[in-house]
């Protein structure tokens, strides 16, 4: 254990979580009884018991999920997570929050999720190639490029998706990269997926900051994960003229009130076994106090829940943009708001990873590359468009950005189910 600096976590279950949301949402569009009962209930959530011969030439039997929440858009989109808090519960979630952040950033897909309750740091690449090949084998009738398309998510990457990919095609009989995305640049990934999601993070920032009359230039930013999408979030900001005074991860947070030098924290911690334990170009600190700086800018990209009841009221950032899912806990929320913080929600915010997977299947389709440039370019445009709806729709109703999002959310998604009647896939 961390010691002080495990955050204490809210015990909200998330999908209630998501769903309190849902239902402010809901009656500020005026949503009908029956549609409310459709868009809230996942359509499919299949639970596998996945047999694997491990290296001791036992058998293990593992819980594997998919929970496909809404399909109205078109074929359900959601990473694949590995974890030991993997549950249905939290997979439901994630899952709906993947169809409300595909109807915002206006991308043809539905919204899924996967995960499998494992270590994977304590199995070897056999045995988690068996578990994923497994999973996929129990998960064929789910998947397809035109029905459920997974992705990476916390514990699987590139070499997950390359295995579900080859085990799909095997079965269908026929090469199909577009059943995942995700995969490597060689077998069909896109370029400008690794830094898609911290880019996205990047660019609401900066049409945030320009909302509240805030120059980029030397503003300060708290960036919470030092991971995939905490670590380029940081590195973009940066490159902004943005002041990263503190950055974390589970060793711990490091401030610098005169700013870190995110290109030598990066390069650090991939010297150092992908963590910062250690790292001195900044005083040591907890990650609980990260989050309580007093910053322009706070960005969450670790985990869920991390701005909860306990701590709302000691948010001294000026704006908040959720990089992580779920990192604020709806009881959180009203806190902010009357705090008068400017929170970008997650489902818009992070939302740059699943617009650049959708580029993916794009091209898998095409059969054709783009440009990292093209990809940027485009996924840029689609994060400041996304952005623009949504800050209207939160000064049309007067209400969060949050809530903002999901209003737009549920009304692409309903007005869709209306034109093509109740659809259960
Ligand atoms: P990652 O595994 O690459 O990084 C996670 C980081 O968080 C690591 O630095 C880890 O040390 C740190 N961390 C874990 N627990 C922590 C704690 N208690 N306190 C502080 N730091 C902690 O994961 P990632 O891909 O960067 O994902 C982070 C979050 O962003 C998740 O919520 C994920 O669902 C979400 N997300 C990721 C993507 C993507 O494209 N990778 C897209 C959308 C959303």
Redesign the pocket.
Known sequence: MAGDNV?KHSSENPFESMKKRFDVAAKIIGLDESDYNVLIAPQKAVIVNIPVTMDDGKVRVFEGFRVVHNANLGPSKGGIRYSMDVHLDEVKALAAWMTWKCAVVGIPYGGGKGGIKCDPRSMSKGELERLTRSYTDLMVDVFGPDKDIPAP??GTGPQEMAWIMDEYSKLVGHSTPAVVTGKPIVLGGSLGRVE??GRGVMVSTRSALSKLGISPIGATTAV???????SISAKLLASQGMKVVAI???SGAYYNENGINVEEAIAYRDGNKGTLEGFTAGRKIT?AELLELEVDVLVP????DQINEENADRIKAKMIVE???GPTSASADEILNRKGIMVVPDILA?AG?VTVSYFEWVQNRLGYFWTEERVYRRADRVMKTAFEGVYAASQKYNISMRIAAYVVAIEKVAEVEKLRGKFGL
């Open positions: 955050i998510d916390m898609a999601t919470q994960g030092f991971g995939n999408v905490g974390s991860d589970v990650n990209a670790a985990m869920e990089g992580a899912n992070n990873g």
